[in-house]
């Protein structure tokens, strides 16, 4: 079995206590490769940073609409002289996020466009976060349909499920689906098409059962398969390989060997 996680904010200081043990540890969870988002200016060159020294880890550049408003005007400028780094697989995490702010939806939309252009520019994949905002995410990607996206950690219904697949973007489920209250995320793990389905953690947080309460980990990507396998009656080493493919091809993995 292979797994890949493909959402992990391995830079994030929840794990500067044992990240070099979790990454020594990912073989014996049969995990072969990490893509480590990032959510800032600062994180993307950690995130740059990190990927160097590991040859398993593939960084993306992006700034996440919760951290627009600590943004300089230079940020977006030298946001694309990182994005050109050889082994960056996309932008992201980009996106809209009305949970926590919805008092400057124009800046987060301004902002997102702006990232999308971006990878436009390289050809590169976008990852979103879409919380509170399907409405406009759905608005401002319909301009985008030549780039590869990924919705990551889905969580809407069903309606905006078939919406997002009609559209030909890929489904990333993390750790809600093992939750008893995750019915949007199981909803989903059942009717995503097979070929868009990737899998993640969104570590160090959203850890799954039966690990909810702790901190979480990429190992714990193999919980998130165990769950969508069991919920569309298919063996986890066929769930894995069918994930592993997507993953490995949406993010041109293959061609980013260091």
Not at 15 to 33: E, G
Not at 144 to 161: A, M, P, R
Not at 181 to 197: K, P, S, T, W
Request: with cysteine.
């Amino acid at each position: 079995m292979k797994l890949i996680d493909s959402h992990c904010h391995l830079v994030d200081e929840a794990f500067d206590n044992d990240r070099l043990f979790i990454l020594n540890d990912l073989s014996n969870f049969a995990i072969k490769a990490i893509v480590n988002p990032a959510t800032n200016l600062e994180d993307s060159k950690k995130v740059i940073e990190l990927s160097k020294k590991y040859d398993n880890i593939y960084p993306m550049v992006g700034i996440h609409p919760e951290d627009i408003e600590d943004m300089k005007d230079s940020d977006l400028k030298e946001l694309e002289k990182l994005a050109e780094e050889e082994k960056i697989v996309a932008i992201g995490e980009i996106g809209l996020d009305y949970y926590w702010k919805d008092d400057n939806k124009d800046k987060q939309k301004e902002i997102f466009i702006e990232q999308l252009e971006l990878a436009r520019r390289l050809s590169l994949p976008a990852v979103i976060h879409a919380r509170d905002s399907k409405d406009d995410i759905i608005e401002i990607l319909r301009d985008y349909k030549d780039l590869k996206i990924q919705i990551h950690c889905f969580s809407d219904d069903l309606k905006t499920l078939e919406t997002y697949m009609d559209m030909g973007f890929f489904i990333s489920i993390g750790g809600v689906v093992t939750f008893n209250n995750g019915e949007n995320e199981q909803i989903a793990a059942r009717n995503v098409d097979i070929d868009r389905l990737m899998l993640e953690t969104d570590s160090p947080y959203l850890t799954p059962e039966p690990y909810r309460g702790l901190r979480n980990d990429p190992r714990r990507v193999v919980e998130v398969a165990r769950k969508v396998a069991d919920l569309r009656g298919m063996k986890i080493d066929k769930l894995a390989k069918r994930t592993y493919n997507n993953t490995k091809e949406f993010f041109n993995l293959w061609l980013k060997k260091q």
